[in-house]
């Protein structure tokens, strides 16, 4: 049995020495940072897992769970004034982040008062057919096929059998995936391909507060706990996955199988849609948002936009292996230094409303 601690501190150390650049960049000290590496191993893992092509014996996200469900997105009903494929997601006042203790939301804290202005989202994550489009038009360069992040701490071994294992899990290349988020983009990737339709990468405040909704439920679907209907998380064919791959065995977020070791179709979940309508907001693939990462503080805050300098940017969702329904929080954040293109990290875009 590896030591799991050992594994995720070597897995982790690129996200960790992220976060202590951010330290020095911003002239503090880093007194949080064991508590912060030790949250950032978990979902750091997160970043990069299963690899459908991989499990043969396990369902993979090629293997269609309702063919209604996955093969199709969801028709978008117009929401008003959004494009189509987004709904608007009404402004409001809320509290960003949380006090909990619990070290998986250690950098969402301290909660603090936040407004938004409306705003449109993408009622999916953004597909590999659809970034092709984008491809075809010569206004987004390819997705990765292959899964890259910086090495950081990790010793050398590690670090080269997690990308080998994990490159397989990049949708781009697979045809039986089209349908699937795009993941190993990078953040300027993401943002191009936003660009490309008119929009932009969310904020951290916007895509929080479009995840929590606004009636004080506990998750984006509202209050009964993460299951296998309601979001594309770590279940037993991602954990068998990880063992059959010889990476650290985490557990699972529900003792039962969501259908996906690796990422699913796009909307397969429909049970987990937000108030507005949003799908597959918590799991199936992080998300690329258009901040910098750095450390909240209690202030009231308008549209915040995050600082303008620095390398890592807020990774939001958690994605289909993350294993503990903490990572299912809406106030779980994540920094991702911005060059990396990883199969857990995908996007989905936000629009200005139509003010006509
Ligand atoms: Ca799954
Ligand atoms: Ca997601």
Redesign the pocket.
């Known amino acids: 049995m590896i030591d799991p601690h050992l594994r995720l501190a070597r897995a982790t150390g690129a996200l960790v020495l992220s976060l202590g650049l951010l330290a020095c960049d911003k002239g503090e000290g880093t007194k949080d940072e064991p508590e912060s590496a030790e949250a950032a191993k978990p979902d750091a893992e997160a970043t990069k897992t299963p690899a459908d092509a991989k499990t043969p014996d396990a369902k993979t996200p090629t293997d269609a769970k309702t063919p209604d469900a996955k093969t199709e997105p969801a028709k978008t009903e117009p929401a008003g004034p959004c494009p189509e494929g987004a709904a608007l997601v009404e402004g409001g006042k809320f509290f960003m982040g949380s006090d909990s203790e619990d070290p998986i939301l250690a950098r969402a804290r301290p909660a603090h008062q936040v407004e938004v202005d409306p705003v449109c989202m993408d009622v999916h994550e953004i597909t590999v057919a659809e970034y092709k489009t984008c491809v075809g038009a010569g206004d987004c360069q390819p997705a990765f096929r292959e899964s890259w992040w910086p090495q950081g701490k990790t010793d050398e071994q590690t670090w080269m059998h997690d990308k080998t294992v994990h490159s397989p899990m990049c949708n781009d290349g697979h045809t039986d995936r089209l349908n699937h988020p795009v993941n190993c983009v990078t953040w300027a990737q993401a943002q191009a391909y936003c660009e490309h339709k008119g929009g932009r990468l969310p904020t951290e405040a916007e895509w929080e507060y479009a995840a929590r909704g606004s009636d004080g439920r506990v998750y984006p679907w509202g209050d009964e706990v993460p299951d296998p209907e309601r979001a ?4 037993l ?2 954990q068998k996955w990880r063992n059959d791959n010889e990476l650290p065995d985490y557990g699972v977020m529900f003792d039962a199988d ?1 259908g ?2 690796g990422t699913a179709p796009v909307g397969s979940y429909p049970k987990g849609r937000t108030q507005a309508g949003l799908e597959d907001m918590v799991g199936n693939v992080f998300e690329w948002t258009s901040d910098r990462y750095y450390e909240y503080g209690k202030e009231f805050q308008k549209n915040p936009h995050g600082p303008q300098e620095g390398d890592a940017r807020v990774i939001r969702g958690g994605a ?1 292996n993350s294993f503990k329904s903490t990572f299912a929080d809406p106030a779980f954040r994540h920094s991702m230094d911005e060059t990396a293109y990883t199969h857990g990290i995908g996007f989905r875009c936000a629009y200005e409303p139509d003010a006509s």
């Open positions: 594309n998380a770590c279940d064919s991602c969501d996906y070791a289909f």
